[in-house]
């Protein structure tokens, strides 16, 4: 199994920046993909960026230009290194990490931490 803990949340001014980190352990080995999800109060879990274990990325339309992902797998770890920020980013954000072993997929969370943006 993974296990993944988030930190760099915060409240930021509209424009500003911040960067979110997650370090994973456990079986980390069989990770394919990492990336970062976000909830705002009242509404779904949606995709913000993933990043391959090849280095191809994915990104939400909303924050394309404005975030980018980087992973670093001898360190287990993935960032969201977030500019611009926007009110509508705020939201509790998630890392996520897919990994295939036993010849299935399987998902796996943080706890979130909190991204708020004042306007």
């Known amino acids: 199994q993974v296990q993944l803990v988030e930190s760099g949340g915060g409240l930021v001014q509209a424009g500003g920046s911040l960067r979110l980190s997650c370090v994973a352990s456990g079986t980390t080995s069989t990770i394919t993909r990492m990336g970062w999800y976000r909830q705002a109060p009242g509404k779904q879990r949606d995709l913000v960026a993933t990043?391959?274990?090849?280095?191809?990325?994915t990104f939400a339309d909303s924050v394309k230009g404005r975030f980018t992902i980087a992973r670093d797998s001898a360190k287990n770890t993935v960032s969201l290194q977030m500019n611009n920020l926007k009110p509508e980013d705020t939201a509790v954000y998630y890392c996520?990490?897919?990994?295939?072993?036993?010849?299935?997929?399987?998902?796996?969370w943080g706890q979130g931490t909190q991204v708020t943006v004042s306007s």
């Open positions: 996520h990490a897919r990994e295939f072993r036993f010849a299935r997929f399987s998902d796996y």
């Open positions: 990043i391959a274990s090849g280095g191809s990325t």
